[in-house]
């Protein structure tokens, strides 16, 4: 099992910015790709970006240029760093962890099997 808390987030006006953390923990928590996503009211739920466990990256195109995915592997937390905020970025975020070590920059649900509880970001 692997358990994910979210936090930082919060209410921010458009233009500015905002950094969430994920603290992860449980099995094999370290060598799993993982990732942010968010959920809008009245929208499905859809990815953000992820990162593997090399590194690597990848954005929904909405984002690219504005958020930054990164995570401190001592610590195992998980970091998604949010400028430039616009008002559609509105959102339950989510943190996940997949069941693989690498997702290739894919930002498909399905491969993403532990999920936290959500943090809400709300840009005015």
């Known amino acids: 099992h692997v358990q994910l808390v979210e936090s930082g987030g919060g209410s921010v006006q458009a233009g500015g910015s905002l950094r969430l953390s994920c603290a992860a923990s449980?099995?094999?928590?370290?060598?799993?790709?993982m990732g942010w996503f968010r959920q809008a009211p009245g929208k499905e739920r859809a990815g953000v970006a992820v990162?593997?466990?090399?590194?690597?990256?990848g954005y929904a195109d909405s984002v690219k240029g504005r958020f930054t995915i990164s995570k401190d592997s001592a610590k195992n937390i998980l970091y998604l760093q949010m400028d430039s905020l616009k008002l559609e970025d509105t959102a339950m975020y989510y943190c996940?962890?997949?069941?693989?070590?690498?997702?290739?920059?894919?930002?498909?649900?399905?491969?993403?099997?532990?999920w936290g509880q959500g943090t809400q970001v709300t840009v005015s």
């Open positions: 996940a962890a997949s069941y693989f070590s690498s997702v290739e920059g894919r930002l498909k649900e399905r491969n993403f099997g532990y």
């Open positions: 990162i593997d466990t090399d590194g690597s990256t």
């Open positions: 449980g099995y094999a928590s370290s060598s799993r790709a």
